[in-house]
């Protein structure tokens, strides 16, 4: 059974950091790109950040772009992300999600088929 | 804001059929990227619903389907039931995007 156990969350004052883990299991986790999706209270689904099976690529939404990292540990099937001068803004939360990939002639991209149950992020005074 | 446009919220008595429309231009959709389809009971995680424009996963009640057309897509709920109430995303690509991901606005089945 795949599952994947965010953990990490919590309250942490502006300008502060944090780092957010995703253990995955029941799945071969080097096969598979990661995603990072966020969804602040109240509102909708948020893209955040993607990394490649091996690493090599890594995507951020714009908003993020200089302060978060995400990366992947293969041999202990796990996926991070480092958050840093953390904003109001970016109170929400987080969930980890397996991308599956499917191609459409040269053009190929991902659909998430298995979510975390989320980390919680608040950023406050 | 997001590039792909859904209405904040759509309702039917239970048995009815409900659609949602997911709306997005020649740079997301109308350039053939595919759509996929998300439910997010209250309080839990989102889960897939349909991939690839129309197949639904294994458990997925076939009450539940996709399509698209030039530059929107659209998903279907026949039948109608109490557990449908939720919210539902689309998600897509974006050529403006280099690699990330996008999700519609969203929207909220009422059941009646």
């Known amino acids: 059974e795949v599952q994947l156990v965010e953990s990490g969350g919590g309250l942490v004052q502006p300008g502060g950091s944090l780092r957010l883990s995703c253990a995955a299991s029941g799945f071969t986790f080097s096969n598979y790109w990661m995603t990072w999706v966020r969804q602040a209270p109240g509102k909708g689904l948020e893209w955040v950040a993607n990394?490649?099976?091996?690493?090599?690529?890594?995507y951020y939404v714009d908003s993020v772009k200089g302060r978060f990292t995400v990366s992947r540990d293969n041999a202990k099937n796990s996926l991070y992300l480092q958050m840093n001068s953390l904003r109001a803004e970016d109170t929400a939360v987080y969930y980890c999600?397996?991308?599956?990939?499917?191609?459409?002639?040269?053009?190929?991209?991902?659909?998430?088929?298995?979510w975390g149950e989320g980390s919680l992020v608040t950023v406050s005074s | 804001q997001s590039v792909l446009t859904q209405p904040p919220s759509v309702s039917g008595a239970p048995g009815q059929r409900v659609t949602i429309s997911c709306t997005g231009s020649?740079?997301?959709?109308?350039?053939?990227?595919?759509v996929h389809w998300y439910q997010q009971l209250p309080g839990t995680a989102p889960k897939l619903l349909i991939y690839v424009n129309y197949n639904r996963p294994s458990g997925v009640p076939d009450r539940f389907s996709g399509s698209k057309s030039g530059t929107s897509a659209s998903l279907a709920i026949t039948g109608l039931q109490a557990e449908d109430e939720a919210d539902y995303y689309c998600q897509s690509y974006d050529s403006s995007l280099s690699g990330r991901g996008v999700f519609g606005t969203g929207t909220k089945v009422t059941v009646l």
């Open positions: 020649s740079s997301n959709i109308g350039a053939n990227y595919d």
């Open positions: 990394i490649k099976e091996d690493g090599s690529e890594k």
């Open positions: 999600a397996r991308g599956t990939l499917y191609c459409r002639g040269a053009t190929c991209h991902h659909y998430f088929d298995y």
